[in-house]
Every structure is written in structure tokens, then in C-alpha cells.
């Protein structure tokens, strides 16, 4: 994919890439731990979209509704949340032509949505939080 080699200069998948990327693709739980700037935020998020894609698509194919594919990311910093968010946008938008609506909150933003917090969760496909 051309995004991965020009934006992320991979020419191929990093140790911890390869390692993850199978497993999640498999939808089995994975914990993994590897060095900054060594492709950990891909490992996850190229499955995830991937997974979410193939279930929109299977919901349209087989005309049903409520065919699980949101996710939400929960991160420990607002500035770690801010950063996977652009990485989950520039990523989404390259490589699904923004077919997958992803959506940055805070705890501010919750409390004023808590009531219609449903309807936030069906308009959108990823929450980073």
C-alpha cells in the first residue's frame, strides 16, 4: 500500500507488525510491547479497519443490520489520545476513502452527550478515548 511506504516509510512490516497484525486479523486479543517509532500503532489499527470494513461490507451484502464493527481505542493521556486519533485519520481516510468515520472524546465531551450517547456510537465506527 502506498500510503505505508511513503508516509510511514515501511517497505515491509516491522518485528512487532508482524508479530501482531496475524493474530488481530484472527480477532484474538494481543498484548504487545516494543520501542517508540517502531509500528506499534499500525499493528492495530491496519487490522481494526480492516475487521470493520469487511463487516460494513458483509452487512450490506447480506442485508443486515447491527453487524458489530465499531471499536474503541482507550488511551492513558490526552496527548497520546490526540496523536493515535490523526495517525487513525490520516490512516482512514487514505485507505478507505473515508468510509470509516472515526471520532475523537474527552471526558468533557461524554458528559454532554452521556444522554444520546447511542446515536454517537452508531454515526461513528472508531471512538479514540
Do not use: W
Not at 486479523?25 to 470493520?52: A, D, M, R, W
Not at 481505542?73 to 490523526?86: A, D, G, R, S
Amino acid at each position: 500500500m502506498q500510503i505505508i511506504t511513503e508516509k510511514y516509510k515501511y517497505a515491509f512490516p516491522s518485528p512487532i507488525q508482524s508479530c501482531i497484525m496475524p493474530l488481530l486479523h484472527k480477532k484474538q486479543n494481543v498484548i504487545g510491547s516494543s520501542e517508540t517509532g517502531s509500528g506499534k500503532t499500525l499493528s492495530y489499527l491496519i487490522p481494526l479497519i480492516h475487521n470493520i470494513l469487511l463487516n460494513k461490507l458483509k452487512s450490506e451484502e447480506e442485508k443486515v443490520e447491527n453487524l458489530p464493527h465499531k471499536a474503541l481505542i482507550i488511551l492513558p493521556t490526552k496527548e497520546l489520545c490526540m496523536q493515535i486519533y490523526n495517525e487513525c485519520l490520516v490512516f482512514c481516510k487514505y485507505y478507505t476513502k473515508n468510509n470509516v468515520k472515526v471520532k475523537y472524546l474527552t471526558q468533557a465531551m461524554y458528559n454532554g452527550i452521556a444522554n444520546d450517547f447511542d446515536n454517537f456510537l452508531r454515526k461513528n465506527d472508531i471512538i479514540v478515548y
